[in-house]
């Protein structure tokens, strides 16, 4: 096939194309409404489709002889478990599962929140919720407790499931204190909460409130799968913007489903009966995607990793598991790569594990670094893909189609834009620009299916947010260019989005927490270069009058306060005490210049600056602390 021509088909004939990859699903009743604008002018996909997501996940599969084929393989190396769970198994787990949740009063539409760490039972929960056409918000187990509460005042769940405990490394992480705590927080109550207890630790449970899973499980009757429309939600799934608040992504069932199979297509080559494995966590979205949903619906052998890249018990892990079980294509993180490289930078442990199976490894989650690509290709052997991708998308945006027509790779880029998206390069102005020249990087109307189509109860805000900054378009937050060859170049985030180890947090969030401290004037977080996790957080203070504290001092206060208002994995250590912050006239902080200067880049001062002499104090200050 033509790469060409298939991205010009999607282009040409959006519905056409899309109507073609649906037929492809076993919908209850296929759509004839193949795309159309609401009452709001908000494309949607697939609206009079009658479907389940879990059936096609599940039930279909053993309906088509598939039963006793493995549909999930549980390894952990932090537990020294591993189990697997054959297509019937699991569609028999999930069906119970929504029986247990059915019986306490979960119906079609209702939200469920999942707190879970990475054990089969996470994956089972968001089955379950999607066969009785509920809804689920998988939080991550790295957020704190007010992370959590406000996923819970915001998505309104009618039942919370979480597990006793998730297990970091050799760390025990008790997650009850921290539910109890968020629904303490929320001023929405759940009414009920399902404890999964874990033999590592027992949570207590709440009477009248909590339940344990078990028992409730071993009561239960199995459930049907409930039919859904096409655009009615399958989840939410929260992501940082540049404010406090995270965004609830909503994504549909029928453009999530139909998006998801031709993406094992077309992206990555993969067939029923073959091994996937996305060694991320089911709390973002590579997860929701790529370890849950698209292997499952095209038949496919899915893992569910509870361990690290490294540590566990060393950075042979990944080739450990991959030639265990066979994996055909691997999907991670860079920063995952990175912490390999660093340990294993020749390879030794790799060396010994036979990945003769192993034919593809893709990152996403941040830009592929070239260096580490370059590593990641010359010890594997392997074609090493970067491909583009965001929460809102819920899959590639830019990838190099495998399905369609291997591209050579270049490094650095993402390669092309997939079928369905009309990738441009957008100035100030919102004209698109030519090739190679930088700006904005814009998805032009209509979105491809799959896409979000609001933000959780706020459409005004999905509009202000991602369609109002360029009429027509949607704006991704992410800058670059588009070279001579058509090859897309993602260099980075426009706002205030940062990216650690792969995992989306906002700066504007971080400088909330940090300024509701009692010492802090003002404050400023910006975003440093690290080796291994890509960026982290770095604060610079202003302190109010009359405090005088170090650094130091200030730093261990501030990391913890953020440790426990967003958590751990923001991983905020550094602050630095400034008499005052670079702003313009009109009392804007001078956030990237500050990043230039941080980052060892030139730093550009706008000629709006209010005082110039405080970018030379600032780079006094942080030259005599060692930073730059
Ligand atoms: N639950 C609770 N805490 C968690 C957690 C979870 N699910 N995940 C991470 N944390 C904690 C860690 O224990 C650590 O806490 P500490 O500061 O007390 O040590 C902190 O959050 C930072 O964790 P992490 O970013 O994982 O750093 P690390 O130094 O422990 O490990 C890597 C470094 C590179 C191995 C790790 O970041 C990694 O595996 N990254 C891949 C990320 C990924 O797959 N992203 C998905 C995008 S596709
Ligand atoms: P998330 O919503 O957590 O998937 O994060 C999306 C953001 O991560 C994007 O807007 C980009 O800034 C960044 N990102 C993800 N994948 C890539 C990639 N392959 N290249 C560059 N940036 C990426």
């Known amino acids: 096939m033509n790469y060409q021509a298939e991205h010009q088909r999607s282009m040409a004939d959006p519905a056409g194309f899309w109507r073609e990859k649906a037929s492809a699903l076993p919908w209850f009743k296929a759509p004839e409404n193949i795309l159309a604008q609401d009452e ?104 704190a407790a007010p992370e959590l509460a406000v996923r819970i005042e915001d998505a309104q769940p009618r039942v919370i499931m979480s597990a006793s405990c998730g297990i970091e490394v050799q760390k025990v992480i008790e997650y009850k204190p921290l539910l109890d705590k968020a629904i303490e927080l929320s001023s929405h109550q759940p009414e009920s909460c399902i404890m999964l207890q874990r033999p590592q630790t027992a949570a207590t449970l709440v009477a009248g409130r909590d339940y344990d899973w078990k028992t409730l499980l071993a009561q239960a009757a199995p459930a049907d799968c409930v039919p859904v429309q096409g655009t009615d939600p399958l989840y939410i799934l929260y992501t940082s913007g540049t404010t406090g608040k995270p965004k609830g992504v909503v994504r549909e069932n029928g453009g999530h489903a139909v998006a998801m199979n031709y993406s094992m297509e077309a992206i990555y080559a993969i067939d029923a009966g073959e091994v996937f494995w996305a060694a991320s966590d089911v709390g973002w979205v590579v997860g929701h995607s ?46 995952a790569f990175r912490a390999i490289k660093k340990e294993d930078p020749d390879g030794t442990l790799l060396g010994q594990y036979d990945l003769s199976q192993l034919t593809h490894i893709f990152s996403a989650g941040e830009r592929l670094d070239p260096p580490t690509q370059a590593w990641l290709t010359e010890q594997t052997g392997k074609p090493v ?57 814009a998805l032009k109307l209509p979105l491809p299916p799959s896409c979000l189509t609001t933000v959780w109860g706020d459409l005004a805000k999905f509009k202000s947010g991602y369609l109002e900054a360029f009429p ?47 010492w802090i004037a003002e404050c400023a977080v910006i975003a440093a270069d690290d080796a291994l996790k890509g960026q982290i957080p770095l604060g610079l203070v202003v302190l109010k009058s009359g405090i005088d504290r170090t650094d130091a001092e200030v730093a261990q206060q501030l990391a913890q306060l953020i440790r426990a208002r ?46 110039p002499a405080i970018m030379t104090e600032i780079e006094t200050v942080l030259r005599s602390r060692g930073v730059i």
């Open 385 to 441: 893909i970067d491909h583009w991708w965001q929460t809102e998308t819920g899959w590639g945006i830019t990838a190099n189609l495998l399905g369609i027509e291997p591209m050579p790779v270049k490094m650095g880029s993402s390669t092309v834009p997939t079928p369905g998206f009309n990738v441009q390069i957008l100035n100030d102005a919102g004209e698109e620009l030519g090739p190679n020249e930088q700006g904005y990087i």
């Open 566 to 611: 967003i958590g751990p994995i923001a991983c905020y250590k550094d602050s630095y005490v400034v008499q005052r912050l670079p702003k313009t006239r009109s009392g804007k902080i001078l956030r990237k210049s500050m990043r230039q200067m941080i980052n060892g880049q030139e730093y550009a001062v706008p000629s709006t600056i209010d005082d």
């Open 472 to 518: 027509g378009y949607y704006a991704s937050g992410d800058g670059g260019y588009i070279d001579e060859d058509g090859y897309v170049f993602v260099m980075g985030r426009v706002d205030d989005v940062i990216n650690v180890a792969g995992h989306r947090l906002s700066t504007g969030e971080m400088e909330e927490v940090v300024g509701s401290h009692d």
């Open 290 to 335: 790529y370890i849950v949903y698209a292997p499952l619906i095209r038949g496919c052998t899915t893992l569910v990793f509870e361990g690290k890249p490294i540590m566990t018990p060393d950075a042979g892990a990944f080739w450990r598991v991959c030639a265990d079980y066979k994996v055909k294509t691997l999907f991670t993180a860079p920063t």
């Open 40 to 143: 709001h002018g908000i494309h949607r996909w697939f609206a009079d489709g009658e479907m389940n997501t879990a059936y096609m996940a599940l039930d279909y599969h053993v309906e088509q002889g598939r039963g006793a084929q493995t549909a999930l393989i549980y390894d952990s190396p932090v537990t020294t478990t591993q189990r697997q769970y054959s297509y019937s198994e699991l569609r028999d787990e999930v069906a119970q599962t929504a029986g247990m949740l059915a019986e306490l009063g979960v119906t079609k539409g209702d939200r469920v929140i999942i707190y879970m760490p990475m054990i089969p039972e996470a994956v089972i929960a968001m089955l379950a919720v999607a066969r009785l056409g509920a809804v689920h918000s998988v939080v991550f187990g790295g957020f």
